[in-house]
């Protein structure tokens, strides 16, 4: 049989993938998607989508235990585990669902099975009814990444998760032990401890949430240690021992070795690239730490092979996959005003309690750029809307170029800032400068005034503060 030609091959449907294929379908190309697991990839499966699915709940547990605090009564309150999971696995599947009918609204072909590129142009899919042969101009690679697992912590499922586990625990930890305190590791800890586990996050660097700015580190650990979470930074898991119903951790700082037991270890310390068995390196693919090499149009070096989403590498976030699939389609349809993904521009959101968001430059990167900068920051104490809402611990720090007057980057904690850091997104985007945005009227009563108050400190203006 003649293999099917297409203008387009994706290989994998996170958002990396499907969005490249709709935007390429869009453009009127003809697109093909091949997936071996689930439409929607890691982001509507296992990760952005359920993880806050779950902590939605947990965010919901906590107000209610909160009830006295807005007037009400809400007693013995406690949760289903199974339901729990139960919804947040509904939400996935209704939203995985919805990709499939995208993908026929689209007229894309959409092949489940597992792809390899034989040769430039060329994919090969295993099926479950054999090996389909397909061909085009333009392959578009988005096979994003897994947990990384390292050596002697690796996941068992029963003691050890990585967050597959996580987000469908058969029971609840009564003391875990989250390694890694990125996002997903941070994340999972809020929903836990805010249950009632036992939680203890191990980091390794001299903060927890390490790529934020440190001022946004040093308050999020604050409320997490009000909160009854314990936290150990520039400290390192060396070894697990694991029993019966127990894992008994080697825990080093300053060079001591403490041995502390745990029911449950959540092993959240980092990902690596899907780069194996698609035969990338036949193909010359440039391959550094299990991520693809690309240029900042996402091409791979290789005629006609693009990379996107996590497999491309840094940072690993949907949003930043979806962008690059929408400019990788319209590089292949020809369209001429492409402008390459901005990374410094994307922003980056922790979705624990409190959350946790921002965009560009900390104010030590800023400073090692070598900007002279302004510094703006305004609590949540002095909002109207954040003491209604009962949420009045947050800050919004905003970091501008003195010189110039741009916004080099804005680091924010506290109630519903992963909604508000996309206006500091758009400012940056529109290379907005501290008079723009202090020039802009923000509604009231809204958490966004303390965007604009922040601006105006940072220039000896903060109007409630
Ligand atoms: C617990 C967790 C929470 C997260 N929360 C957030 C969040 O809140 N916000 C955020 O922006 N990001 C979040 N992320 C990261 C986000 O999920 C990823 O950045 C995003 O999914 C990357 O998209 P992608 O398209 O590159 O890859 P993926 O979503 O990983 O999709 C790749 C797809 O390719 C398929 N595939 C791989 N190899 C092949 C092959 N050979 N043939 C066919 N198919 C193949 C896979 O089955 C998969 O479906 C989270 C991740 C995790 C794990």
Not at 267 to 296: C, F
Request: charged share 25%; hydrophobic share 40%.
């Amino acid at each position: 049989m003649a293999a099917k030609s297409f203008d387009m091959i994706v290989i994998g449907a996170g958002p990396g993938g499907y969005v490249a294929a709709i935007r390429g379908a869009q453009l009127g190309l003809s697109v093909a998607i091949v997936e071996r697991e689930h439409l929607g990839g890691i982001c509507l499966n296992w990760g952005c989508i359920p993880t806050k699915a779950m902590l939605r709940s947990s965010e919901v547990f906590h107000l209610m235990e909160r009830a006295k605090d807005f007037g009400l009564k809400a007693e013995k309150i406690s949760y289903d585990l199974d339901a729990v999971v139960k919804r947040s696995r509904g939400v996935a599947g209704q939203l995985s669902g919805g990709i499939g009918h995208l993908m026929k609204k689209n007229k894309i072909t959409t092949i489940m099975g597992e792809a390899s590129i034989p040769a430039k142009g060329k994919v090969s899919v295993k099926t479950d009814k054999g090996t389909e042969e397909l061909t085009a101009k333009n392959i578009v690679l988005a096979t994003g990444a897994r947990a990384r697992e390292l050596p002697g912590l690796e996941a068992d499922g029963d003691l050890v998760w990585t967050y597959k586990h996580a987000l469908t625990p058969k029971r609840m930890p009564k003391k875990l032990l989250v390694i890694g305190s990125g996002a997903i590791g941070i994340e999972f800890a809020s929903f836990y401890n805010t249950l009632g586990c036992d939680t203890t996050v191990v980091e390794v660097m001299d903060r927890i949430l390490p790529v934020e700015d440190a001022e946004i580190s040093a308050f999020a650990k604050k409320q997490f240690v009000k909160q009854g979470m314990k936290i150990m930074e520039k400290t390192m898991v060396k070894q697990l021992d694991r029993g019966k119903g127990k894992v008994t951790a080697h825990i080093e700082a300053n060079g001591k070795v403490e041995k502390v037991e745990f029911d449950t270890v959540i092993s959240a310390v980092g990902i690596v690239g899907n780069v194996e068995g698609l035969g990338l390196e036949d193909l010359g693919v440039k391959i550094d730490r299990t991520h693809v090499t690309v240029d900042e149009y996402c091409r791979t070096g290789v005629d006609g092979l693009f990379a996107i989403g996590d497999i491309a590498g840094a940072p690993w976030l949907a949003h930043k996959a979806s962008h690059e699939g929408v400019m990788v389609a319209e590089l292949i349809a020809g369209k001429n005003d492409v402008h390459p993904v901005r990374p410094e521009s994307i922003a980056g959101c922790t979705y624990c309690h409190p959350q946790v968001a921002s965009v560009g430059f900390t104010e030590a990167k800023a400073k090692e750029a070598g900007y002279k900068i302004k510094v703006g920051r305004f609590p949540f104490i002095g909002n109207g809307k954040a003491i209604a809402l009962g949420e009045p611990e947050g800050i919004v720090k905003t970091i501008f170029d003195e010189k110039t007057g741009e916004l080099l980057g804005a680091h924010m904690i506290g109630a519903e800032v992963t909604e508000l850091i996309q206006g500091y997104v758009v400012g940056r985007t529109l290379e907005t400068t501290e008079e723009d945005l202090m020039n802009t009227v923000f509604p009231h009563p809204t958490l966004s005034e303390m965007m604009h108050e922040s601006v105006l400190d940072a220039y000896g203006r903060a109007i409630h503060f």
